[in-house]
């Protein structure tokens, strides 16, 4: 059934079987289960990802279901990561999900991070944002990290063991004193369209298939998406000598 389920992706020449295993021995961290975590959960599960790991603290409200489609309105009040692991349990049977139904902290990433060989960052708080940064780019994990609000959207991949001289979040985003700080509030102040962040949340998991699966070499640009007018663009990053985080100097520890 296995192989049934994954003929068509063993057609491409880039995509082996020697590979899907590895994908279904792979484990991923997904930090928020909202409009970006829903649809990069699905995909990932679907596309033969082993493990994943679902961590957030909110619940379901009834302004979600346009665009969390792992979502329906019986499930208003539930903890997100507990619906969204039995629906995937129901399409993607194969892949092993745990709900941990907290905000992601400094006392529960550390040990979420050791178990993970990959972490997608999809939430909306500029602090934990910059939390996820740190921590992956002091245990060196791959992290892949998106925000959508309105109609647009950006994606980074942080790996500072395949790509050093792009930098990290914070040397675009500074933890002190950044304007992305406003952006904290930005879904519920200025909305987003539904489709948008499923857009950001597929290439998301997109981009993080790419590296699981080494197809390519992992993108070092800062992707901009405006859905409105369908236009993509990549910005190059270059690491930050004066970066708290992974500067010359940085204790990313501390």
Not at 186 to 211: E, K, N, S
Not at 230 to 238: D, F, N
Request: aromatic letters at 4%.
């Amino acid at each position: 059934m296995e192989e049934l389920v994954h003929s068509r992706t063993l057609l491409l020449s880039e995509v082996s079987e020697r590979q899907l295993t590895s994908l279904r021995r792979s484990r991923v961290l997904i930090v928020g289960a909202g409009g970006l975590g829903c649809p990069a959960a699905q995909c990932l599960a679907a596309a033969g990802v082993g493990a994943i790991t679902l961590v957030d603290g909110d619940t379901v409200d009834a302004s979600n279901l346009p665009r969390q489609t792992l979502f329906g309105p019986e499930d208003i009040g539930q903890p997100k990561p507990s619906v969204a692991r039995a629906r995937l349990a129901q399409t993607s049977p194969a892949c092993a999900v745990v709900a941990v139904c907290d905000h992601a902290h400094a006392d529960n990433l550390p040990e979420l991070l050791a178990q993970s060989d990959l972490v997608l960052d999809c939430t909306d708080r500029f602090q934990t944002r910059q939390l996820i940064n740190r921590l992956c780019v002091q245990t060196k994990k791959p992290l892949v990290a998106a925000s959508v609000v309105q109609w647009s959207g950006q994606l980074m991949v942080i790996d500072l063991n395949q790509l050093p001289e792009a930098g990290c979040y914070a040397c675009l985003f500074p933890p002190e004193g950044s304007s992305a700080q406003s952006l904290d509030a930005a879904c519920g102040a200025f909305g987003v369209f539904p489709t948008a962040a499923g857009l950001l949340g597929t290439l998301q998991a997109h981009v993080a298939l790419m590296v699981l699966l080494g197809l390519s070499s992992t993108p070092s640009t800062f992707l901009l998406l405006d859905t409105k007018s369908l236009r993509l663009e990549a910005v190059g990053r270059l690491r930050r000598p004066d970066c708290p985080i992974c500067g010359e100097g940085a204790c990313a520890s501390d």
